[in-house]
């Protein structure tokens, strides 16, 4: 997990917005992780200081002698039914208030906040979900890797089995945004290893494109079109 990571994941448990395996996760990290629970506590903190950015005002002396008029007034009454409206003498001071107004807006100011956060939180867990993927499969029509694709135009390339690249040579991913065209080149690999690809440049991937892996020199293609061997492809579907 990398540090902006586990940030996320203490900020997202303060907020109680984790659920499934990610909540078990945060709460097993609880537990086992003294980094974590100080994140968790560094948040806590960030939060709390929404609620101590105004002093604590005492109310007036004219407040409260028109509370005390209010109630006043509504204890001469206590034999009628009470009204449905407030006692306009308890709104007249609330609204001439300024330690309530104040408060009122920190209130306000709190919800937005935690409302904007929480809006961040939920886009960026959205943009962490595949839009396709697309299961490479070998020549014994074994899965040799699974490339996914994602909103913002980044595309991830995980080797599966014992996927590997011959000596002094890469392997160079395709896709074919026309099917009817020619292929392009959407990254070169050194190592299997999982790598993150770039498809900004190119269209918005479709269900059913295909993708394909071949074998080039070390620096890639020389021509801008596979030259060594495919040793896998596949076509995208629609993530779950």
Do not use: C
């Not at 962490?128 to 993927?133: C, D, F, K, S």
């Not at 020619?182 to 440049?201: F, M, Q």
Request: a negative charge.
């Amino acid at each position: 997990m990398t540090r902006d990571e586990h940030d996320r994941l203490a900020a997202e448990h303060v907020l109680g917005l984790l659920e499934g395996d990610e909540l078990g996760i945060a709460e097993r990290m609880m537990h086992t992780d003294a980094e974590f629970r100080a994140s968790v506590e560094q948040w806590r903190r960030r939060f709390s200081e929404w609620d101590e950015t105004a002093p604590d005002l005492p109310a007036e002396d004219a407040l409260w002698r028109r509370i005390e008029s209010g109630l006043g007034t509504m204890g001469v009454h206590a034999a009628t039914p009470a009204p449905t409206t407030s006692s306009p003498g308890l709104l007249k001071g609330l609204w001439e208030s300024l330690a309530f107004w104040r408060y009122l807006g920190m209130g306000a100011a709190m919800a937005a906040l935690l409302l904007a956060i929480a809006a961040g939180v939920l886009a960026e867990k959205a943009s962490r979900q595949p839009v396709l993927v697309a299961v490479l499969l070998t020549d014994a029509n074994r899965p040799g890797a699974v490339l996914s694709t994602f909103a913002d135009g980044r595309a991830e390339l995980v080797p599966l089995g014992d996927m590997t690249i011959p000596h002094n040579h890469s392997i160079q991913v395709w896709t074919f945004p026309d099917p009817k065209g020619a292929p392009v080149s959407v990254g070169v690999v050194h190592a299997a290893r999982t790598v993150l690809l770039n498809l900004e440049k190119l269209p918005q991937p479709q269900s059913n494109q295909l993708f394909a892996i071949s074998v080039e020199p070390l620096a890639g293609s020389p021509t801008g079109l596979p030259t060594g061997p495919v040793v896998m492809k596949g076509t995208a579907s629609t993530a779950l």
